[in-house]
C-alpha cells in the first residue's frame, strides 16, 4: 500500500511569518492529494487539494506545491495566525482507491 | 461541501459494552467512511459503507467487531462490539464528494473503562 510520511513532527513559528509543512509520499501513481487541518477537539477540515498534473495550487493564504519527481508535498501558510495552531495531515489518493493519511505535523504558531 | 454531524460527541464507557456511534449528512452521498484516530496519531480507516450494499472493511477491521448500517443516502451507523480500554479513540465518519475530497464530522470521542 501507499506510505505517506512527514519529515517534521513539529513545527513552531513566529505569529506573521511564513510556515511550510512537508510531506513525502511513496506511490508515484498517486494522483490526487488534500492538505486538512485539525484543531483540538475537531474533526479534520479540508483546506487545498491538487492534482497530479498541477504543481502548485493557490487558497486562501495557503499554497501546495506537489514535485511528483521527488514524490514530496508542502503546504506553505503565509502570515501565519494564532488560528493556524493545530495539526495538518496530508492525504494521497490512488485513482477510484481510498485516501491515505500521513502521520501529522503539529503547528504552533508563537504570539 | 457536506454538513456532517455525529452523535454522541462523546463518551465514556465500560469494558464488555458496546457503543453505537452515529452520522447524518446534510445531503444525499453515495459513500460513507469510518475511521479511527487513536491518541495523538492518524487517521486509520476502518470502513466503507454504501447505500445498499455491505459495508467493505479495512484489513485489521472485522464486521462484527465494528457493524455498520447504512440505511439510505444520509445516515450511517458504526457500533464499536465488546469494547475494551484499547479501543479508546476519537472515531469519525467522512463523506465523499464527487468520489475525491472527502469532508469529516466532528468526531465521537470514547473512552472505555
Known amino acids: 500500500g501507499e506510505s505517506v510520511g512527514l519529515h517534521l513532527p513539529t513545527l513552531s513559528v513566529q505569529e506573521g511569518d511564513n510556515s511550510i509543512i512537508n510531506c513525502a509520499y511513496s506511490n508515484s501513481a498517486s494522483d490526487y492529494f488534500i492538505w486538512y487541518k485539525q484543531e483540538s477537539g475537531k474533526g479534520p477540515q479540508f483546506i487545498i487539494d491538487?492534482?497530479?498534473?498541477?504543481d502548485k495550487r493557490q487558497g486562501q493564504r495557503v499554497t501546495v506545491l506537489l514535485n511528483k519527481t521527488v514524490k514530496h508535498l508542502s503546504l506553505q501558510i503565509a502570515a501565519t495566525q494564532p488560528g493556524d495552531s493545530a495539526v495538518y495531515f496530508c492525504a494521497e489518493k490512488t485513482g477510484a482507491n481510498n485516501l491515505f493519511f500521513g502521520t501529522g505535523t503539529r503547528l504552533t504558531v508563537i504570539p | 461541501s457536506a454538513v456532517i454531524s455525529q452523535k454522541p460527541s462523546r463518551d465514556i464507557c465500560q469494558r464488555g459494552t458496546s457503543l453505537t456511534i452515529q452520522c447524518q449528512v446534510d445531503?444525499?452521498?453515495?459513500?460513507m467512511f469510518w475511521y479511527r484516530q487513536q491518541p495523538g496519531q492518524s487517521l486509520t480507516l476502518i470502513a466503507t459503507a454504501n447505500q445498499g450494499s455491505e459495508a467493505t472493511y479495512e484489513s485489521g477491521f472485522v464486521i462484527d467487531k465494528f457493524p455498520i448500517s447504512r440505511p439510505n443516502l444520509t445516515f450511517s451507523t458504526l457500533t464499536v462490539s465488546n469494547m475494551s480500554p484499547e479501543d479508546s479513540s476519537i472515531y469519525l465518519c467522512s463523506v465523499d464528494v464527487a468520489r475525491e475530497t472527502q469532508y469529516f464530522g466532528p468526531g465521537t470521542r470514547l473512552l472505555v473503562l
Open positions: 445531503s444525499q452521498v453515495t459513500m
Open positions: 491538487i492534482r497530479s498534473n498541477m
